[in-house]
């Protein structure tokens, strides 16, 4: 990615500067953009965003889980040191992790990774690991939880619980990637509830990420994310997008999805859950119907779709 855009750019990547630019956010949460220890990856989409008129001074790669070695042999192939046998499946240390955009400053001192979390230190947790050497070492988080505070114009701070969980497929009948997925939404929960050696969020803050779960459609266990969405101390704003489609043999609402995957159809898997404090102003998905002309270009840019919400701050 940092070569190409060393280069101009992609088709991919110039769609994906367009839509940034058009989105005009305050903060943005970018999923999937590969992390590398000096930043250069994010620098050169901030550089080239800057270019097409949207500065982000403020900006904060996240270290994923992903190609981190275990040393274990997770996948029962009899050889170590595959991507399958890695913390979350990576190909490399850094694929496909977390970064923040910002027009707001982070208060990096005051954030807190808990990507070191053990899945087995989770309250009821669902890890199928028996070994107690790989239960010692095997990370819940695939993607990462982050908690970062953005800081705000009166001194007070907006806490973004961020997270990207790994999808509940790709696995075989023991169900990993499912009970994990569903375990990195019960995180959350159990770090709202005070049961974490963690402090629980200051408000105001939101969770925002991608579960990799729809609550009505495709594979997984939904539970975590249902109980989530339910949560007393959250909103749940349920952002719609406008382009019309439907699946046929779904339950969920078409108008909720923000992907759209091959063999799947549309579903909803990225999430932002205000804390009750936040006053809400708006929230949808950008997701015009195809006669629009920058439905080509989203769909260019990602097979997701931007969600937003906005929030007056308190």
Do not use: C
Request: proline content about 8%.
């Amino acid at each position: 990615m940092l070569q190409s855009l060393a280069k101009g750019g992609n088709d991919q990547q110039r769609a994906v500067i367009t839509t940034i630019a058009d989105l005009n956010a305050d903060v943005l949460l970018l999923t999937g953009i590969d992390y590398d220890a000096g930043g250069q990856t994010l620098a050169a989409l901030a550089g080239a965003l800057a270019e097409a008129g949207a500065p982000y001074p403020y900006r904060l790669p996240l270290r994923p889980n992903s190609g981190l070695a275990t040393g274990f042999d997770l996948n029962g192939n009899g050889r170590l040191g595959e991507p399958r046998d890695a913390m979350a499946y990576g190909r490399y240390a850094g694929e496909g992790g977390m970064a923040l955009l910002s027009r707001l400053p982070i208060d990096t001192a005051q954030m807190r990774d808990f990507s070191g979390f053990l899945w087995a230190d989770l309250p009821q947790s669902l890890s199928p690991d028996t070994d107690p050497a790989l239960r010692g070492v095997q990370r819940l988080s695939s993607g990462g939880h982050y908690e970062v505070p953005i800081a705000l114009p009166d001194g007070q701070s907006l806490r973004l619980l961020a997270f990207y969980a790994t999808p509940p497929a790709f696995d075989g009948d023991e169900d990993r990637n499912g009970k994990r997925n569903h375990d990195e939404a019960a995180f959350w929960l159990e770090l709202m509830a005070g049961h974490l050696p963690f402090a629980p969020p200051a408000a105001p803050f939101a969770i925002i990420g991608q579960a990799s779960l729809d609550p009505a459609d495709g594979e997984g266990r939904a539970g975590a994310l249902r109980t989530l969405l339910a949560h007393p101390a959250l909103t749940e704003l349920a952002p719609r997008g406008t382009s019309g489609r439907v699946d046929a043999g779904q339950t969920g609402d078409s108008a909720l999805d923000t992907a759209l995957y091959d063999g799947l159809g549309g579903l909803r898997v990225e999430y932002i859950l205000p804390s009750r404090d936040l006053a809400v102003q708006g929230a949808g998905v950008i997701w015009p119907p195809d006669s629009d002309p920058k439905a080509q270009v989203l769909a260019t840019a990602s097979r997701h779709r931007p969600l937003w919400v906005d929030v007056s701050l308190p």
